[in-house]
């Protein structure tokens, strides 16, 4: 089984809606990046949670990490086709540096 | 530029040629990650220098694989002899050190023919 799972694996949504991913992992994190990523490019860092309860928000994107430290949330309000990518998250597990990513979720916001 | 640069962006060779791909992390960045993306695998570590300590190369899936950093600075991935089932896109991080984010190029993508 997966250590760290990304849900869901797709998500189309209507312009203006607000939407959630959700990336869950076996073990407790240490750390949890999310990083979004447009086609033929690289991943753009969005933000970094390590404290139980942490939560963090930029524009219109907020990222939580549960108290227990095995599950975060990514919300996004108002979605705009802007917002449209596949989102990553990536796991540190207590090495400091590597990451371990979820296989991502392809979000597709219609105008 | 002030982000982390790959070159070529693009890669296509023949079934058991050697490549080499470079990748020059952002300055002042200490660390220096390399990651393979393919559809199969999704994005999976590969090797790991920091300063002037031992790289980390647990990530590397075969001894055809190996990587140096000259200087502190510019990396190559080099992949000798290479297979089908090396195809991928081969992107490059680097931060400031542990518990940063990392922050990547934009990759290259390798076809072997």
């Known amino acids: 089984s997966q250590e760290l799972e990304q849900s869901p694996q797709s998500l189309i949504v209507q312009e203006g809606k607000n939407l959630t991913i959700n990336c869950t992992s076996s073990k407790t994190l240490y750390g949890l990046y999310w990083y979004k990523q447009k086609y033929g490019e690289g991943l753009i860092f969005l933000m970094m949670l390590q404290k139980g309860g942490e939560e963090k928000s930029h524009e219109k994107i907020t990222a939580k990490l549960d108290e227990k430290k095995q599950q975060s949330s990514l919300h996004i309000t108002a979605s705009q086709p802007s917002h449209a990518g596949i989102y990553l998250c990536?796991?540190?597990?207590?090495?400091?540096?590597?990451?371990?990513f979820g296989k991502g979720t392809l979000l597709t916001v219609n105008p | 530029g002030a982000g982390v640069s790959q070159s070529p962006s693009n890669k296509v060779t023949e079934k058991g040629k050697d490549v080499e791909l470079r990748c020059d992390p952002i300055?002042?960045?200490?660390?220096l990650y390399w990651y393979r993306q393919s559809l199969g695998q999704g994005l999976e570590f590969l090797i790991y220098?920091?300063?002037?300590?031992?790289?980390?190369k647990s990530g590397l899936p075969s001894d055809r694989f190996s990587a140096e950093r000259t200087g502190g600075s510019v990396s190559t991935l080099t992949i000798q002899r290479t297979q089908q089932e090396d195809s991928a896109v081969y992107l490059c991080a680097s931060n400031q050190g542990p518990n940063q984010p990392q922050h990547f190029g934009d990759g290259t993508r390798l076809s072997i023919l």
């Open positions: 300055s002042g960045h200490t660390a």
């Open positions: 990536g796991a540190d597990w207590g090495s400091n540096y590597k990451l371990t």
């Open positions: 220098f920091q300063g002037n300590s031992a790289p980390d």
